[in-house]
């Protein structure tokens, strides 16, 4: 649509007829650049006001009206056959006015003719009032009206005066008289909305009031509740029923057994289990009528209001359907300013009903249910506190703390400190009521009348589970099926539509959307129309990001298919959805567990890389048929099979000493759903807790600033608009709408969104992408040694054995078959390793030491495993009889073998060298043993111990009568295997890239502290020349005891040496400490002065690794790293966890990486700093973008009464702001990692350095343009004046010098910052490597230039700019245009700045960009910078590196 289709839909548009366009602070068109009076110009067709006298007789001569026979001059200064009444209600000089507003002094007076246009020869604009009445008075032939005409409503007809001017003040504006139709109907409608709502809150009130009063009865008691609140009655987890041997009265009755039934008489125990959150509370509501309508009438009532918006919008343009078509402004008698005035109203309501509603949407439904004992109720509502877990929380000054306080406060008192999620109560085929809170049943116990999952409790003996090894009845699966719930997790991804109206229920849109209507409906819907386009840009941006995380897990979550399960003891083939606490299913090849379950019979080789991140297959074995307690964290994880892995292979047994025998492959399902442990993971991560960084506490008071500086823009749009108070209002909500960037929230989020893009391409899998953010900040990596730093596997070095005549060590050998004959078998048969289609499966340690003994394995074993010892050692072949699996608790492992050369028994025990000395004959250890397994240790060895005796007895069978502790006891020592642990090639170079990336890292190992100081050393995570003090105790309870590993000498106190600073400043000794050493730290509070002492952690079980990432976690942003296994609790629970497995996803850590490397690590940190860097760049350039375009420009705006075209607008706007946006995310990571981390901090002093710097350059710049342009001879006398131009075509306020200088000036300023954002080398790529965003600056500032610098032509005018009418231009010199030109407004008919102005103002420009560009390369990114880190660096963790 062309600007004349503009013109037609905004004819009648006539705010600015009010607004006076005379600047304050000067006189317009008075004087000329050199202090003269300018020259008087020539004005034609200039209209004159109407002569009204008392008596027509008193027209001048010329003006005298004279009619045609037989018609009669009216009132209206018309000829016409009748002077009616309407007619004679037109008097031009009565001004519009009628009855008592018509002044008495006007009743009487009557129009002369009209007085043709006049043209004025020498017209003074600062006096154009007086010289149109003179050149019109001439037209008349009126020779001195200074004394004989007046103006109306100043000088009335009297005295010498005989005449006035027609010079009507502004018509009253119309108004309603609130009794037409819409008005009655909008009482009625929100008259009968709010009588609903009152009649519904009293009759609540009464309705509930048995209920409050049975809770109160209820609480009034041991529980402490809040009655009648919206947590008014609770699901007390210490009220349920906990899970014992024995059954409580009411377990027996939920089990439908008599109360003297003894529990043993059911298969399984069971309960109900009290795992609500902490401070999850429970409501009942249900339906009412009245409620339901009063919602509904809710909804319907606002979705009316935003109707009539937009009825008063079409209204605006005369698009309304029927007779009302065509006619603008209808609903309000026709006038403009009555219709805006309306709209601008019922648009604040508008806004504050959908403020409220969106700050009521937790709990506004639920008000409309009545409240109701859960049991009773139709729904429930869990109301969870949301525990905020803020990351790199920095000392606030007051004022942040002020701000932080009151939002705090705000939040819980609005209830944004709680989720609330309704759910529907549901009921199963038998009657039993439920609802699903977070993917999980809760089932309502009968007795107590409360809500929790219900849980079976299968047992907790080995001897207990096997038991339940014929599995379960029908009967009995339908029954705990309707309990538990299917056994499937089912994760909702909204369509992409649901999807988009879950994004734009935010607020921040919210806001945006409203702000459109003001665009749309103030003649300005091309620009609404660019910035719809831009915040759906953002939405879908942040849409896709979301749908595709939720549908990856999605992937990862959901799992169904068909298994064998034993029922009545059949075996039946299930859908695994099916699948309850309790069944006994065959595990096959292949099969993905969809449940936790106990391993009762045979082998099996898992994968679960996809869980844990364990690169490599793990094996598992069946519960022995004992009184042993089974612990899934300790030795009950090998026998355990996870929810989420898949099987490789299996192996059934049918011949064993200690477990159940079978044909089969056989599994008790312990966990099914969310109570699996695959099903805890995927619930913490669909229902996280919120995350807040620094500039989330930060962006508080940037918004306060934002809100103070809208208000300031509102007084200056008071101050310089001299107007109606509609106009300011719009135009201040203009200015309000530029300041928060539509694209703000895709500008936060498209950083990481490209860092997860490119993470990926180098095979670094990101499931929570709001991690990468946190990343970004990390200050402390902890890794895992062997696997992670380390080869995963070990090379076999040699062994020492132990003559058991003489109890010494003999010589060190390489050559394993050179060793005794029992130490040889030993190697052979006491490891865990299985035979995967040709591949070895197991412990890394365990495989390299089964391959020295060069032995193989026998597929076909008659006992647990058969073992066919190397050929040349005539060893024989060797049956495992039974195997106790390694335990990080007891640190060893053991096996009894039966020797088929001799028939005899051997026991068999590994484990770490402490371990073995402590549970072998004292005679059997030699005197320097701690001697020559430390110096092993320091060269870096793995070294595991072996102890050996023969049983008694020589049948197998008896084995199994044998606990372990009695099998080990009285064992004599073999001897030891040592492995070299090699570092991988890239982790030295990795951990020199941490180092100057200024992240300290950390050693986390259950490994031998000495073996740890080695890899520690040789990698560079301890430099060199530093001495290292090992800090040991045998039990928690004992004082740890320093020794120097170097010198071996024991140290008494510490704190001398570690006062000892290097060059550095930082002390030259660092510490290593065993588990026990680290429980003792932290038993007596010591850990916390010396946790950034310590390199090396050793002997570290996985709950120790836990306990010390969280240590590190209270004081920076810590990272850790590991391959898996036993390092998956640390990885979930740091800050960022990134697990070094091949599986493509793993939910176990937020990253993982299939380049099993530290250098991941690396390229991690680089990733997320890159990503940082970028969101804060964005942000950046769109607060700049903001102060340029809602500072600078509508000051100008303001001040001048002109306006930036409409194309121009929509290019800075939908081209410039969101082309430079998407470019700025194209610059990829530095090189290398920074000696810092990228700020955090939007009020830090580099982004306020860098965005105060920016913004006053642009100010100067932009104030010193107008200077200069106020001293050009072309522009002054040529200057914008209201007076003179048609207001009502606001879209045309652009034809004027003011602003072509703003529109140049702004622009340049605007594609300039996207430049002046994209200089952060120190973690993004140097500035001219991205391309994208130099081809767009280059293109756009070439664009611009060929517009300031080109002689008119098509581009140019087609924003406006440097152009004119054609007969302006033919007398510029130009040619005339061949294109259609809207005709322009000001009296000069062009804006063409002359040649050489214009390359002055483009050199100007430059200027402006240059000295930006140098602020940022010379003091936000240079040498100012560095000098000022050098002489007040800022307070970080002051750590050794």
């Known amino acids: 649509m062309g600007f004349r289709g503009l013109a037609k839909q905004a004819a009648t548009f006539a705010l600015f007829a009010s607004v006076s366009a005379s600047q304050l602070w000067h006189d317009v068109n008075r004087y000329d650049a050199h202090g003269n009076e300018c020259l008087y110009r ?54 519009s006015r009628s009855g008592n507003k018509l002044p008495s002094e006007a009743q009487n007076l009557v129009p002369c003719l009209t007085i043709p246009n006049v043209t004025i020869q020498q017209f003074h604009a600062w006096n154009s009032e007086e010289d149109i009445r003179i050149a019109c008075g001439a037209e008349a032939n009126i020779t001195d009206q200074s004394k004989t005409v007046g103006v109306w409503d100043k000088n009335w007809i009297g005295g010498d005066i005989e005449a006035v001017w027609a010079e009507c003040p502004a018509a009253p504006t119309p108004n309603y008289k609130y009794n037409e139709s819409y008005w009655i109907a909008t009482y009625a409608v929100n008259g009968a909305l709010a009588l609903l709502i009152l009649v519904w809150s009293v009759y609540k009130g009464f309705a509930e009031q048995s209920v409050r009063a049975a809770t109160l009865n209820k609480t009034s008691g041991a529980e402490n509740h809040r009655p009648g609140s919206q947590e008014s009655i609770v699901a007390d987890s210490d009220s349920n029923i906990k899970g014992t041997n024995e059954k409580s009265t009411v377990e027996k009755a939920m089990l439908n057994l008599p109360s003297d039934s003894p529990a043993g008489s059911m298969n399984t125990d069971s309960n109900f289990a009290g795992v609500l959150a902490e401070g999850t509370n429970l409501s009942g509501y249900r339906n009412h009528i009245l409620g339901t309508v009063s919602v509904w009438s809710i909804g319907v009532c606002t979705l009316l209001w935003i109707c009539l918006l937009g009825v008063l919008t079409a209204d605006y343009y005369g698009k309304l359907p029927g007779w009302r078509y065509g006619k603008d402004f209808s609903l309000a ?33 639920n008000y409309f249910r009545l409240l109701t004992l859960p049991a009773d109720g139709q729904y429930v509502c869990a109301v969870r506190p949301l525990n905020e877990i803020k990351v790199m929380e920095d000392n606030a000054n007051k004022l942040q703390r002020s701000i932080n306080t009151f939002s705090e406060r705000l939040r819980t008192r609005l209830g944004r400190d709680k989720e609330y999620t309704t759910c529907p109560i549901e009921k199963t085929s038998e009657g039993r009521i439920y609802f699903t809170y977070q993917c999980t049943r809760y089932v309502l116990d009968e007795q107590t009348q409360q809500y929790a999952p219900y849980e079976f409790d299968i047992g907790t003996s080995h001897r207990r589970l096997i038991q339940q090894a014929d599995g379960l009845s029908g009967a009995e699966v339908a029954y705990r099926l309707e309990l538990v719930g299917p056994n499937f997790i089912e994760v909702k991804v909204p369509s992409i539509p649901a999807a988009f109206v879950r994004e734009f229920v935010s607020f921040f849109y919210l806001y945006q959307l409203m702000i459109l209507w003001i665009y749309y409906v103030y003649a300005y819907w091309q620009v609404g129309l660019v910035d719809t386009g831009v915040i759906l840009l953002s939405a879908s941006i942040k849409v896709a990001l979301r749908v595709q995380s939720e549908r990856r897990l999605k992937q990862m979550a959901e799992q169904e298919e068909t298994t064998p399960v034993k029922r009545d003891g059949e075996w039946l083939n299930v859908s695994t959805r099916d699948l309850v606490p309790g069944d006994v299913i065959e595990v096959t090849t292949g099969a993905h567990m969809s449940c936790d379950c106990v391993l009762l019979s045979g082998n099996a080789i898992m994968n679960e890389s996809s869980l844990t991140g364990e690169p490599l297959p793990i094996r598992k074995f069946p519960v022995r048929i004992d009184d042993s307690h089974y612990n899934v964290a300790e030795a009950g994880k090998m026998s355990t099979l996870f929810a989420g892995t898949v099987v490789s292979q299996v192996q059934p047994v049918t011949k064993s000493t200690d477990s159940l025998e079978s044909d089969r492959v056989l599994a008790l399902v312990r966990f099914t759903g969310t109570m699996s442990d695959k099903g805890q993971l995927v619930r913490r991560i669909l229902f996280p807790n919120p995350i807040s960084f620094i500039f989330n506490e930060q962006m508080r008071i940037v918004v306060c600033i934002l809100v103070l500086y809208s208000i300031f823009v509102m007084i200056m749009a008071t101050y310089l608009y001299k107007g109606n108070s509609v106009a300011i209002a719009f135009y201040g909500i203009f200015a309000i709408a530029q300041l928060l960037s539509p694209l703000l929230p895709a500008a936060l989020v498209i950083g990481q969104s490209v860092a997860a893009t490119r993470l990926r391409k180098k095979k670094i899998y990101c499931v929570d992408p709001q991690r990468i953010m946190t990343a970004g900040k990390v200050q402390v990596l902890c890794a895992d040694k062997t696997g992670t730093l380390t080869r995963d596997n070990l090379e076999h070095y040699g062994g020492r054995c132990i003559d058991p005549a003489t109890g010494k060590f003999v010589e060190f050998t390489s050559d394993l078959l050179a060793t005794d004959r029992l130490f040889q078998q030993a190697v052979a048969s006491c490891h865990a390793v299985a035979d995967l289609n040709g591949q070895l499966i197991g412990n890394p340690v365990d495989i390299e030491q089964f391959r020295a003994s060069k032995a193989t394995i026998d597929p076909q074993p008659e006992y647990l495993d058969a073992i066919q010892t190397a050929p040349d050692t005539n060893l024989g072949k060797i049956h495992v009889v039974r195997r106790f699996q390694f335990v990080h608790a007891r640190a060893s492992m053991s096996v009894v073998i039966l020797d088929e050369s001799t028939g005899k028994l051997h026991v068999f025990v590994k484990g770490s060298f402490e371990r073995l000395k402590a549970i072998s004959s004292a005679r059997s250890v030699p005197a320097d043993y701690d001697e020559a397994c430390a110096d092993l240790a320091r060269e870096g060895c793995y070294v595991l111990a072996f102890a050996h005796k023969t049983l008694d007895t020589a049948d197998p069978a008896r084995v199994g009568e044998f606990t372990q502790d009695e099998l080990e006891s009285g064992c004599d020592m073999l001897g030891l295997l040592v492995f070299k642990n090699m570092l991988k090639s890239d982790t030295a170079q990795a951990i020199a890239e941490l180092k100057h990336g200024s992240t300290r890292t950390v050693m986390i190992t259950g490994d031998t502290a000495l073996t740890g100081i080695v890899i520690a050393r040789q990698c560079g995570m301890i430099p060199e020349n530093t001495r290292v003090l090992l800090g040991e105790c045998k039990t928690p309870a004992d004082e740890i005891q320093w020794v120097d590993v170097d010198t071996r000498e024991p140290v008494a106190d510490i704190q001398p040496h570690l006062a000892e600073l290097g060059s550095d400043g930082f002390s030259t000794t660092e510490l290593a400490v065993g588990g026990a050493a680290f429980e003792r730290l932290c038993a007596t509070g010591e850990i916390d002065t010396l946790l950034f002492k310590i390199r090396v952690f050793a002997r570290m079980k996985p709950t120790h690794k836990v306990e010390c990432v969280e240590h590190h976690m209270k004081y920076a942003v810590t990272a850790m790293c590991g391959d898996g296994g036993n390092d998956s609790l640390a990885l979930r629970a740091a800050h960022v966890g990134i697990a070094l497995s091949d599986a493509e996803a793993s939910i176990v850590s937020p990253f993982s990486a299939s380049n099993r490397s530290v250098m991941s690590c690396v390229e991690l940190l680089r990733q997320s700093r890159a990503g940082l860097a970028t969101s804060f760049a964005n942000f950046t350039a769109l607060i700049c973008y903001g102060q340029v375009m809602s500072g600078i420009v509508k000051m100008c705006t303001f001040y001048f009464s002109i306006s930036i075209t409409q194309n121009l607008w929509m290019l800075i706007d939908g081209g410039v702001a969101t082309g430079m946006m998407i470019s700025i995310s194209m610059s990829g990571p530095a090189e290398r990692l920074a000696p810092s981390r990228p700020t955090s901090r939007i009020l830090g002093p580099q982004m306020l350095a860098s965005i105060g710097g920016i913004v006053m350059i642009n100010w100067v710049f932009s104030v010193m343009s107008y200077v200069w342009l106020f001293t050009q001879d072309w522009f002054r006398c040529n200057e914008q004046a209201a007076s003179e131009v048609n207001l009502n075509m606001w879209w045309l306020l652009g034809d004027n010098y003011e602003s072509s200088i703003l529109s140049f000036v702004c622009t340049y300023q605007v594609i300039n910052n996207g430049l002046l954002v994209n200089y952060g080398y120190l973690h993004r790529a140097k500035w001219y490597k991205n391309y994208t965003l130099l081809t767009l600056w280059a293109f756009l500032i070439a664009f611009i230039s060929y517009m300031l610098l080109a002689d008119p032509n098509r581009v140019g005018c087609a924003f406006r700019l440097n152009c004119g009418t054609p007969s302006a231009l033919e007398k510029l010199g130009y040619k005339s245009p061949s294109w259609y030109i809207e005709p322009y407004i000001n009296v000069i008919q062009h804006n063409v700045i002359p040649r050489a102005a214009r390359y002055k103002l483009w050199g100007y420009c430059l200027g402006n960009m240059a000295a930006t560009n140098l602020w940022q390369i010379f003091v936000i990114n240079g040498p100012v910078r560095r000098l000022l880190q050098k002489k007040k660096p800022l307070r970080r963790l002051k750590v050794k590196l």
Not at 66 to 91: K, V
Not at 355 to 364: A, C, D, E, G
């Open 42 to 95: 020539e004005k034609s067709d200039v209209v004159c006001s109407r002569l009204c006298v008392t008596d027509l007789s008193s027209c001048p001569t010329s003006l005298q009206p004279s009619c045609p026979d037989n018609q009669l001059f009216c009132a209206d200064g018309e000829c016409h056959d009748e002077c009616t009444d309407d007619i004679q209600a037109q008097n031009p000089c009565h001004c």
């Open 333 to 365: 008698f026709e006038s403009d300013y009555l219709l805006l005035a309306t709209f601008l109203i019922l648009w604040g309501i508008s806004f504050i009903i959908c403020v409220s509603l969106f700050i009521l949407k937790p709990y506004l439904r």
